[in-house]
């Protein structure tokens, strides 16, 4: 762990260095002495673009991001995948690329603090709530605990950003968690609230794609008939993907990739048999996180 004083001092090369990396042009925060407003960001999933509008909502399908606002100034934080935000970003945090016999993941979750309200006021149209307040000290707790703390882990490490949830369809217990942007946001509400600000992280309401299983079996990587099965799935996968495939080849590898057998669990470097995932499959669901320490990121 690094001393406060030696975070402090990180900042700045911090924002310069996500700016070279071309995924977050991150800045430092600084603050006056007044009270910091916490305030709460939803829309509807991919609607910062043209193209999509606020279709996703309609499948309970929402971005979630915090602001932080004390009278004329505001800075935004996501929790994202670390790579410039595109089409192909977004696949690679879900698909795999193939080389050879090996499977190279591009998922990392990282931070990133950016100057101002991002996209503007009226681009979040499911919320834009104060749901708390607090000090400057409070903030940079926080930022230093949390956000900085993740964001010095190379890019190779965890956390990975996951897009769903396994759940047990005869306990209902997590079987594998999910690693999202509105999980990040609980995280650093649950960091407010553990620094004496009046908040309740566990009645934000966040997107989480379910898998209902019955149960789930960690994969021998090392079986060379174990992992053949894994290689092919996540083969199909990417060739579902792939731009100019026909439409009958990417509903004939869906159909194959149906029901859900195997998924990568990148926060524990492990890949999971799906026993008896059954139609339909997967569910979007807009709901609160019922439970502390679901969400582990350091």
């Known amino acids: 762990?690094?001393?406060?004083?030696?975070?402090?001092?990180?900042?700045?090369?911090?924002?310069?260095?996500?700016?070279?990396?071309?995924?977050?042009?991150?800045?430092?925060?600084?603050?006056?002495?007044?009270?910091?407003?916490?305030v709460l960001l939803q829309a509807p999933l991919f609607s910062e673009s043209p193209a999509h509008h606020q279709e996703a909502g309609w499948f309970n399908l929402f971005h979630t991001a915090a602001a932080f606002r004390q009278g004329n100034k505001t800075y935004s934080l996501e929790f994202k995948v670390a790579a410039p935000p595109s089409a192909?970003?977004?696949?690679?945090?879900?698909?795999?690329?193939?080389?050879?016999?090996?499977?190279?993941?591009?998922?990392?979750?990282?931070?990133?603090?950016?100057?101002?309200?991002?996209?503007?006021?009226?681009?979040?149209?499911k919320r834009l709530d104060v749901v708390a307040q607090v000090s400057p000290a409070q903030f940079q707790q926080v930022f230093e605990d949390v956000v900085l703390a993740t964001n010095f882990t190379a890019l190779d490490e965890a956390p990975r950003y996951n897009y769903f949830r396994i759940l047990s369809s005869s306990s209902g217990e997590n079987l594998l968690e999910d690693l999202t942007c509105g999980n990040g946001i609980v995280r650093i509400l649950e960091a407010l609230s553990a620094a004496g600000v009046s908040v309740d992280p566990y009645k934000i309401p966040i997107s989480r794609l379910t898998l209902h299983a019955a149960s789930v079996e960690e994969v021998d990587t090392t079986d060379a008939k174990q992992w053949a099965e894994v290689l092919g799935y996540f083969t199909t996968q990417r060739d579902l993907v792939k731009p100019g495939i026909p439409v009958e080849k990417q509903i004939e590898d869906l159909l194959a990739l149906l029901p859900v057998r195997f998924v990568f669990d990148g926060n524990r470097e492990r890949y999971l048999r799906v026993v008896r995932n059954r139609f339909p499959y997967i569910t979007p669901k807009y709901e609160t996180i019922h439970h502390r320490g679901a969400i582990a990121m350091v």
Not at 109 to 121: K, S, V
């Open 1 to 38: 762990k690094l001393s406060q004083c030696a975070m402090r001092a990180s900042l700045a090369p911090l924002a310069v260095a996500a700016a070279t990396q071309q995924w977050c042009n991150g800045v430092a925060p600084v603050w006056g002495s007044g009270p910091v407003e916490v």
């Open 88 to 125: 192909s970003s977004t696949v690679d945090a879900i698909v795999p690329h193939v080389n050879g016999t090996q499977l190279v993941w591009r998922n990392a979750a990282r931070w990133c603090l950016t100057e101002g309200l991002l996209y503007g006021a009226g681009h979040w149209t």
